[in-house]
Every structure is written in structure tokens, then in C-alpha cells.
């Protein structure tokens, strides 16, 4: 079964050029033209595989697109390439879980491959053998612990920090 791959850009030669690598790759691609379009349509088909979505469209943006699909059920886990201007914050699309951001001019080659790693791990952070980031849970239970470990030397004295260590 071949990949879908959607894809939103307001740039007709960036959307040509991005529907004809795809499609040149066995892809069944769907795009529309801009934000308003592009809801449109995610709404009546087959949840794709991967979309790929210009943070800068008129009418309805890049980031709105990403809220609506993250707040649909069938499609709050796909994953989602941004392609954005260098002016353009990444934190409110991190926000939704947003991941993969191009830069414009975009680098073809580079798109291709983040596209294949997400179309086949679903995240960067799914990948086997990927050194997973902190845990904050973990983090916050240490700080805690060593919390109690030090108000218990204020306020107990060292002798009962005996009792903690045994």
C-alpha cells in the first residue's frame, strides 16, 4: 500500500514540485492551495500518512491547520512537516507536537529523508537505538527526594540522616 502524503503550501511551484517528488516516489499525494482548502479536505478523506504544511498561508495559517488536526481524533497522530520562513516561532507548533520543521528555500533532499523517517517511525523519537531526551518525571523525583533528605538534616540533625541511609 503506498504512502498518502498531504501536503498545504500557498507557493503553486513549491506545491507542484513537492507533489511530483512524492508522486515520483509510488505516494498517493492530495494538496490544496492554502489553510482554508486544506481542512476542507482533510475532513472528507482517508487520513493520510504524513502531511506536510507551509506555516504561512493566507487565510487560515499553518498553525491553525495543526490545531484542528490535532483536536481530530483520526488524525491527532500523524505527524506533521512544517515548512516555514526563518521569522516564523517554532514554540506554538511544538506546542501540538510538532517535531520537523524545513526552512524555505527548501532543501529537497533533506525533506525527502525526514519524510521517510517519519513515514516509517512516526517521530525522530521512535527511531530503535535514538538516545531518548531527559525525564522530567525522574528529575522531579530526585530534586524531591534530596529535598526531604536535606530538611531532614536541618531540621533532625545528621544523627537521623542515619535512619534515611540505612
Known amino acids: 500500500m503506498p504512502s498518502r502524503i498531504f501536503i498545504a503550501d500557498d507557493n503553486p511551484e513549491i506545491l507542484k514540485q513537492l507533489v511530483q517528488l512524492f508522486e515520483s ?24 500518512h504524513l502531511l ?61 529523508e525526514t519524510s521517510a523517517i517519519l513515514l516509517k517511525y512516526g517521530s525522530r523519537s521512535r527511531i530503535p537505538g535514538k538516545k531518548r531526551g531527559i525525564n522530567k518525571e525522574m528529575i522531579a523525583l530526585v530534586i524531591i527526594i534530596l529535598a526531604v533528605l536535606v530538611l531532614s538534616v536541618i531540621l533532625l540533625g545528621t544523627d537521623n540522616l542515619k535512619f534515611w541511609i540505612q
Open 25 to 48: 516516489k509510488q505516494c498517493d499525494v492530495l494538496s490544496a492551495i492554502n489553510g482554508k482548502e486544506a481542512l476542507d479536505l482533510l475532513n472528507i478523506n482517508n487520513a493520510p
Open 52 to 112: 506536510i504544511i507551509d506555516a504561512d498561508m493566507p487565510a487560515v495559517d499553518g498553525l491553525e491547520v495543526c490545531k484542528k488536526v490535532r483536536a481530530e481524533t483520526r488524525l491527532k497522530n500523524i505527524p506533521i512537516i512544517i515548512l516555514k520562513e526563518n521569522w516564523v516561532e517554532e514554540t506554538p507548533f511544538q506546542r501540538l507536537g510538532i517535531e520537523e520543521f524545513q526552512l524555505k528555500p527548501l532543501d529537497i533532499p533533506k525533506l525527502y
